[in-house]
């Protein structure tokens, strides 16, 4: 009697010999017929956690990218600032005719160190011209000298002896006088810096004004 009965019929439906509780997961897992609705919320939400967190990352990336290059720059500009801050600035602070006598007006050409620290290997050169010529021999002193330390603020004056008769005519307007002043020193870290400046006498207001100058070792006075 038992050959008689029916054979039992297989099912055919995915997963069904597999264990109680056990889900087959497919290629889009949030939507898996298998899961539950409530279950595949929860799943979504996890993705979308996921994601944001992804975004996150490469956003922190890119503010680390940011912060580096802001130290990088912050570090250049602090060298900078030390680099201007942190050397000497030789100038002159006026030039004029502080005596005159019988034979010679005597010319002061007053030097200072405008910087915070001291100059060292200071050579002055100052050229005096009178209509393009230089003064003459009798009156002229060695155009360059040996300033050697320069310190702030400290007053360095260099003196020209002009003839009492060109002096004359540049006062009367008749000539032109011409200063030209070039300075080549050191700062403490042995850096080279140089200052070239050209100064013209101005009857009307009895004293020389500046006209043009150069930071450039060498180069052209404008």
């Known amino acids: 009697m038992a050959d008689d009965q029916a054979p039992i019929r297989q099912s055919t439906t995915a997963g069904a010999d597999a264990a109680p509780g056990d889900v087959t997961l497919e290629p889009n897992f949030a939507n898996a017929t298998e899961l539950r609705r409530g279950d595949r919320k929860i799943v979504r939400k996890l993705s979308d956690v996921l994601r ?11 503010a680390t990218g940011f912060s580096a290059f802001s130290t990088w720059r912050t570090a250049q500009v602090t060298n900078l600032l030390f680099t201007v801050a942190e050397r000497p600035y030789i100038g002159v602070e006026e030039v004029t005719f502080d ?7 005597r010319m002061v050409i007053d030097c ?7 100059a060292v290997g200071g050579v002055a050169r100052i050229a ?20 050697g330390i320069v310190s702030p603020t ?7 002896f002009v003839p009492k008769t060109l002096y004359d005519q540049v ?25 070239s400046k050209l100064f013209i006498y101005d009857r009307r207001t009895d004293s020389f004004i500046s006209s043009g100058g150069s930071d450039q070792c060498g180069g052209q006075v404008y």
């Open 52 to 62: 944001f967190n992804d975004f996150m990352t490469f956003m922190m990336v890119i």
């Open 99 to 105: 005596g005159i006598d019988a034979d010679f007006a």
């Open 112 to 118: 200072r160190n405008f910087g915070q620290v001291q």
């Open 128 to 147: 005096v011209t009178v209509d393009g010529k230089p003064l003459p021999k009798a009156s002229r002193v060695a155009d360059t000298e040996n300033i």
């Open 154 to 160: 400290v007053p360095h004056r260099i003196f020209r």
């Open 171 to 195: 006062h009367e307007g008749q000539s032109r006088m011409i200063v030209h002043v070039e300075f080549a020193y050191r700062g403490p870290d042995r850096r080279q810096f140089c200052y």
